[in-house]
């Protein structure tokens, strides 16, 4: 059977272009994938459209605002979900419109069809209090507790999201004077971040006891599950989320939802409020952006504003009385 044009331009969209072209991660290419399995199996399911027999025609704007509404009503995603969905079927209708002008119309009408508006939730994150009591749970005695102590402690203090935590290897970590290590990021962007004083002592009694600093174990991950295979992003968040238990049941008032990444939005924070400027805040996360960095300093600001209303009594405003002023009055008469 005869190759369809839309089989053709997938493959090449996911295994060339995306990777060639984008220089995108093994991990956001795999993200695009599934988005572009979902759309098919609902061509097949619910358009009942043989798969091996559809073709670009077939994948028209109407279709999609159908895939979108099907996805919101249907699967019940988030308004959120529904645009990073519509955001990879946009890139890869963007990819088609260059490589098939005949198309470029109907690429176009997809392409024109617009994300949708939603409440962007307050950046969450911990208070000094709070973050120290979450640090302390791990018990030091034993030997996962010493492994998990360093990795909520790196998690932190480098702001690093979850996959690059699970991406570390002991060659990426220098511990002597300035101690800093090195992040792959999205896109196989690499940033080097520093290390407080607290993270290097952990980070050096853990790869001394687990012999991470021997050449053979350079490229093997830092962190590792009582198995002694890789951690996951579930993983991580099962460790996280053991510790908070704890946390929370020590201080009544730790109440907050966290997750890995509002350890991220913390370091963050914190380093808004120390004065530290947008643009480095930016490169020690890995922004593209300075856009996304702008949030912390707008929720810093809505904090400061917040505080001083409470300490402050609301001033009640003086209306002038114009009319009695007679230098005014002539000066608009002469209008």
Same mark, same amino acid.
């Given at each position: 059977?005869?190759?369809?044009?839309?089989? *053709?331009?997938?493959?090449?969209?996911?295994?060339?272009?995306?990777?060639?072209?984008?220089?995108?991660?093994?991990?956001?290419?795999?993200?695009?994938?599934?988005?572009?399995?979902?759309?098919?199996?609902?061509?097949?399911?619910?358009?009942?459209?043989?798969?091996?027999?559809?073709?670009?025609?077939?994948?028209?704007?109407?279709?999609?605002?159908?895939?979108?509404?099907?996805?919101?009503?249907?699967?019940?995603?988030?308004?959120?979900?529904?645009?990073?969905?519509?955001?990879?079927?946009?890139?890869?209708?963007?990819?088609?419109?260059?490589?098939?002008?005949?198309?470029?119309?109907?690429?176009?009408?997809?392409?024109?069809?617009?994300?949708?508006?939603?409440?962007?939730?307050?950046?969450?994150?911990?208070?000094?209090?709070?973050?120290? *009591?979450?640090?302390?749970?791990?018990?030091?005695?034993?030997?996962?507790?010493?492994?998990?102590?360093?990795?909520?402690?790196?998690?932190?203090?480098?702001?690093?999201?979850?996959?690059?935590?699970?991406?570390?290897?002991?060659?990426?970590?220098?511990?002597?004077?300035?101690?800093?290590?090195?992040?792959?990021?999205?896109?196989?962007?690499?940033?080097?971040?520093?290390?407080?004083?607290?993270?290097?002592?952990?980070?050096?009694?853990?790869?001394?006891?687990?012999?991470?600093?021997?050449?053979?174990?350079?490229?093997?991950?830092?962190?590792?599950?009582?198995?002694?295979?890789?951690?996951?992003?579930?993983?991580?968040?099962?460790?996280?989320?053991?510790?908070?238990?704890?946390?929370?049941?020590?201080?009544?008032?730790?109440?907050?939802?966290?997750?890995?990444?509002?350890?991220?939005?913390?370091? *963050?924070?914190?380093?808004?409020? *120390?004065?530290?400027?947008?643009?480095?805040?930016?490169?020690?996360?890995?922004?593209?952006?300075?856009?996304?960095?702008?949030?912390?300093?707008?929720?810093?600001?809505?904090?400061?504003?917040?505080?001083?209303?409470?300490?402050?009594?609301?001033?009640?405003?003086?209306?002038?009385?114009?009319?009695?002023?007679?230098?005014?009055?002539?000066?608009?008469?002469?209008?």
């Amino acid at each position: 059977m005869k190759p369809t044009t839309l089989s *053709a331009h997938i493959s090449n969209f996911l295994s060339h272009y995306l990777g060639c072209q984008r220089a995108l991660s093994p991990n956001t290419i795999k993200a695009y994938r599934d988005v572009i399995v979902i759309l098919l199996r609902y061509c097949r399911d619910k358009k009942g459209l043989a798969i091996e027999r559809l073709e670009l025609q077939h994948l028209d704007a109407e279709l999609v605002d159908n895939f979108l509404a099907y996805l919101q009503n249907g699967r019940g995603c988030s308004i959120r979900t529904i645009n990073q969905r519509l955001a990879v079927i946009h890139a890869f209708f963007r990819y088609v419109q260059v490589e098939e002008p005949d198309y470029m119309l109907q690429c176009q009408r997809i392409i024109a069809i617009p994300l949708r508006r939603f409440a962007r939730k307050e950046v969450g994150y911990l208070s000094r209090d709070y973050l120290a *009591a979450l640090l302390a749970q791990p018990d030091l005695s034993q030997p996962a507790g010493r492994r998990d102590a360093v990795l909520l402690s790196v998690l932190y203090d480098t702001g690093a999201r979850v996959q690059e935590i699970i991406d570390m290897t002991p060659g990426d970590v220098r511990l002597e004077a300035p101690a800093q290590i090195r992040i792959l990021g999205k896109g196989q962007k690499v940033r080097v971040v520093p290390l407080m004083e607290n993270t290097v002592r952990l980070l050096r009694q853990y790869i001394d006891e687990n012999a991470l600093a021997l050449p053979e174990h350079y490229d093997q991950p830092l962190f590792r599950n009582r198995q002694g295979n890789p951690l996951t992003r579930g993983g991580v968040r099962y460790i996280l989320q053991k510790h908070l238990k704890k946390a929370q049941e020590s201080q009544t008032t730790f109440t907050q939802k966290v997750t890995p990444h509002t350890l991220r939005h913390t370091k *963050a924070m914190h380093l808004v409020e *120390a004065g530290v400027s947008l643009d480095i805040v930016r490169d020690f996360l890995g922004h593209a952006d300075i856009q996304t960095t702008e949030l912390y300093a707008r929720a810093n600001l809505e904090m400061k504003r917040a505080a001083i209303a409470k300490i402050s009594p609301t001033p009640v405003p003086v209306v002038p009385k114009w009319k009695e002023n007679k230098t005014l009055l002539e000066w608009l008469q002469q209008l």
